[in-house]
């Protein structure tokens, strides 16, 4: 077993100093010391981002407020999980290999390396047009990470390891991240009357005398019996166990019709070729009654009615892709929409791209003339432009760079076509003319 993990050293301030992993891996690796480390709180906080829907028929592009909990560990403890979450990764990988399931889960997956979500999207879209006609199944599960049972999430665990109980190191892991503690980061800024950016360049937040006071008046724990952090270093590999069963139950259906089933993180999807004489005799309520079975058959795992959505794929019709709830006949997955003919971009991603970029132009504008102009506008096409790309600089890239990006994978396709090219070849006019207005 490989157990040579990189660890990645981050500075951002906690509750203990910041740290090189280097004079912490042989403690990290020794299961007595993780016996008796003593783990810090997270601290949480809410990330809110504006959803934005388009409905094609009127042509309206409504915001919605969309909230999503994030807790981030101690830099010992972010050690600590990612060194035993490789070594469960491993274990999973193994026993996804003996159900039958290892292509089943296509996040957090440590043999998987080389693809992402555009790879995955692209093979299910190719799977659907290879066949003359399917049923699709899409969805995900209400409140994924914050509904997992920890009793049954034991039991896999305990499974995914193949031993009789968790070794002491992952029982005191599992212990901390079940029965997780946490402070809120707003108490932070409010007991050092502080913003959090202004405190960036801190070795850490609070002594240790004055964490000891702040703790008796803000320290918060889940109670639950069930719900984990999400943003933990180790929850990611959890949910991946904690869905073994129901991975294999459906693959196995699935498998059995001829069909596809992929599962990134919590979206999952789902196509069973169909004939037309079971399309007319709706014989599809069978495979989603059957989907639905299993999901209820798992602990606290619930499909989100409200995102799921079932489609007929007719390769002879005029509209190939037939939503069966709605008239919006557009199939969403991994961040690309697919008619049944022509893939995209999302069109809320790419409208959240121009909103942004828009945005920053209207600053330029704002400082135009001043000494500050030069500095902004270079940011501005560094974020949002062919020229942040990170063919043209030593960064990671952009947004151009992943439409780019996704333009050369869906162009490896000899079924599917793709318009990405088109939804982006026109980004350096318009931001220029954004500048100008």
Same mark, same amino acid.
């Given at each position: 077993?490989?157990?040579?993990?990189?660890?990645?050293?981050?500075?951002?301030?906690?509750?203990?100093?910041?740290?090189?992993?280097?004079?912490?891996?042989?403690?990290?690796?020794?299961?007595?010391?993780?016996?008796?480390?003593?783990?810090?709180?997270?601290?949480?906080?809410?990330?809110?981002?504006?959803?934005?829907?388009?409905?094609?028929?009127?042509?309206?592009?409504?915001?919605?407020?969309?909230?999503?909990?994030?807790?981030?560990?101690?830099?010992?403890?972010?050690?600590?999980?990612?060194?035993?979450?490789?070594?469960?990764?491993?274990?999973?990988?193994?026993?996804?290999?003996?159900?039958?399931?290892?292509?089943?889960?296509?996040?957090?997956?440590?043999?998987?390396?080389?693809?992402?979500?555009?790879?995955?999207?692209?093979?299910?879209?190719?799977?659907?047009?290879?066949?003359?006609?399917?049923?699709?199944?899409?969805?995900?599960?209400?409140?994924?990470?914050?509904?997992?049972?920890?009793?049954?999430?034991?039991?896999?665990?305990?499974?995914?390891?193949?031993?009789?109980?968790?070794?002491?190191?992952?029982?005191?892991?599992?212990?901390?991240?079940?029965?997780?503690?946490?402070?809120?980061?707003?108490?932070?800024?409010?007991?050092?009357?502080?913003?959090?950016?202004?405190?960036?360049?801190?070795?850490?937040?609070?002594?240790?005398?004055?964490?000891?006071?702040?703790?008796?008046?803000?320290?918060?724990?889940?109670?639950?019996?069930?719900?984990?952090?999400?943003?933990?270093?180790?929850?990611?590999?959890?949910?991946?166990?904690?869905?073994?069963?129901?991975?294999?139950?459906?693959?196995?259906?699935?498998?059995?019709?001829?069909?596809?089933?992929?599962?990134?993180?919590?979206?999952?999807?789902?196509?069973?070729?169909?004939?037309? !004489? %079971?399309? /007319?005799?709706?014989?599809? +309520?069978?495979?989603? #009654? @059957? *989907?639905?079975?299993?999901? $209820?058959?798992?602990?606290?795992?619930?499909?989100?009615?409200?995102?799921?959505?079932?489609?007929?794929?007719?390769?002879?019709?005029?509209?190939?892709?037939?939503?069966?709830?709605?008239?919006?006949?557009?199939?969403?997955?991994?961040?690309?929409?697919?008619?049944?003919?022509?893939?995209?971009?999302?069109?809320?991603?790419?409208?959240?791209?121009?909103?942004?970029?828009?945005?920053?132009?209207?600053?330029?504008?704002?400082?135009?003339?001043?000494?500050?102009?030069?500095?902004?506008?270079?940011?501005?096409?560094?974020?949002?432009?062919?020229?942040?790309?990170?063919?043209?600089?030593?960064?990671?890239?952009?947004?151009?760079?992943?439409?780019?990006? !996704? %333009?050369? /994978?869906?162009?490896?396709? +000899?079924?599917?076509? #793709? @318009? *990405?090219?088109?939804?982006? $070849?026109?980004?350096?006019?318009?931001?220029?003319?954004?500048?100008?207005?």
């Amino acid at each position: 077993m490989n157990r040579n993990v990189v660890f990645k050293n981050k500075y951002y301030t906690h509750l203990d100093i910041k740290k090189d992993y280097v004079k912490y891996e042989n403690m990290i690796k020794n299961t007595n010391w993780i016996q008796k480390h003593g783990f810090y709180p997270f601290i949480h906080y809410e990330i809110i981002f504006n959803k934005y829907v388009y409905d094609k028929d009127t042509g309206i592009k409504e915001k919605r407020e969309k909230k999503r909990d994030i807790f981030y560990s101690s830099h010992i403890d972010r050690f600590i999980y990612q060194y035993y979450g490789q070594i469960l990764n491993e274990c999973y990988d193994k026993i996804s290999i003996n159900r039958g399931i290892n292509k089943v889960a296509t996040a957090y997956r440590n043999n998987l390396k080389g693809r992402c979500n555009i790879h995955f999207s692209k093979e299910a879209l190719e799977f659907i047009c290879k066949c003359k006609s399917a049923f699709i199944f899409v969805g995900d599960f209400s409140v994924f990470f914050d509904n997992l049972d920890h009793d049954y999430l034991k039991d896999k665990l305990v499974q995914a390891l193949d031993v009789e109980r968790l070794p002491i190191e992952h029982f005191c892991i599992y212990k901390n991240i079940t029965q997780y503690t946490y402070i809120e980061r707003d108490d932070i800024e409010k007991d050092k009357n502080k913003k959090i950016k202004e405190m960036l360049k801190e070795p850490k937040y609070f002594t240790t005398e004055e964490f000891r006071k702040f703790k008796k008046l803000y320290l918060k724990k889940n109670e639950n019996s069930y719900g984990i952090p999400q943003g933990s270093a180790i929850s990611s590999i959890y949910s991946n166990v904690y869905m073994l069963d129901f991975d294999k139950q459906v693959n196995d259906y699935v498998t059995s019709k001829r069909g596809l089933y992929r599962r990134y993180c919590d979206d999952l999807i789902i196509v069973i070729p169909i004939q037309d !004489s %079971e399309i /007319i005799s709706k014989k599809y +309520n069978e495979y989603i #009654n @059957e *989907i639905n079975r299993i999901a $209820k058959s798992i602990p606290r795992l619930d499909l989100n009615p409200s995102k799921t959505e079932q489609f007929i794929y007719d390769s002879q019709g005029n509209d190939k892709l037939i939503n069966l709830n709605t008239n919006k006949n557009i199939l969403n997955y991994l961040g690309f929409s697919f008619d049944g003919q022509v893939v995209k971009i999302r069109e809320k991603s790419l409208f959240k791209y121009y909103c942004r970029a828009y945005k920053k132009a209207r600053t330029v504008k704002k400082y135009n003339g001043s000494k500050y102009e030069f500095t902004l506008k270079r940011k501005l096409y560094k974020l949002y432009t062919h020229l942040g790309d990170y063919k043209y600089s030593k960064e990671y890239g952009n947004f151009i760079t992943y439409a780019r990006r !996704s %333009e050369e /994978i869906f162009n490896e396709s +000899n079924i599917l076509k #793709n @318009e *990405i090219h088109n939804q982006v $070849k026109k980004h350096w006019a318009k931001i220029n003319n954004k500048m100008k207005e």
